[in-house]
Nanobody, 116 residues
């Protein structure tokens, strides 16, 4: 079955950390570029971070630079998002996306809530 399954979300206090994981199955993970997006209530979905198939190039939204780190383990078919110094503005549903050429796959999302 072709799917992406995110995990690791939850409730965290401001200044805290979370690590999101996205496990892929049913396709050749190694050739896909991977990204994390997020969507807050009432807002459009936005790109948070991306990493190319080889893992040698990464990009981040300005709002998360220096706080979030994207990484991947092709042997485990998993992409991670390490999130530090979280603030309430980071509250959103976080989605994992796999993309190659014209094909894309999305996960179901995991909720991250940052609140005292």
């Amino acid at each position: 079955q072709v799917q992406l399954v995110e995990s690791g979300g939850g409730l965290v206090q401001p200044g805290g950390s979370l690590r999101l994981s996205c496990v892929a199955s049913g396709f050749d993970f190694r050739v896909y570029d991977m990204s994390w997006y997020r969507q807050a209530p009432g807002k459009e979905r936005e790109l948070v971070a991306s990493i190319i198939s080889t893992g040698y190039r990464k990009n981040y939204a300005d709002s998360v630079k220096g706080r979030f780190t994207i990484s991947r383990d092709n042997a485990k078919k998993t992409v991670y998002l390490e999130m530090n110094s979280l603030s309430p503005e980071d509250t959103a549903v976080y989605y994992c996306r796999a993309g190659v050429k014209l094909r894309e796959l999305w996960g179901q999302g995991t909720q991250v809530t940052v609140s005292p």
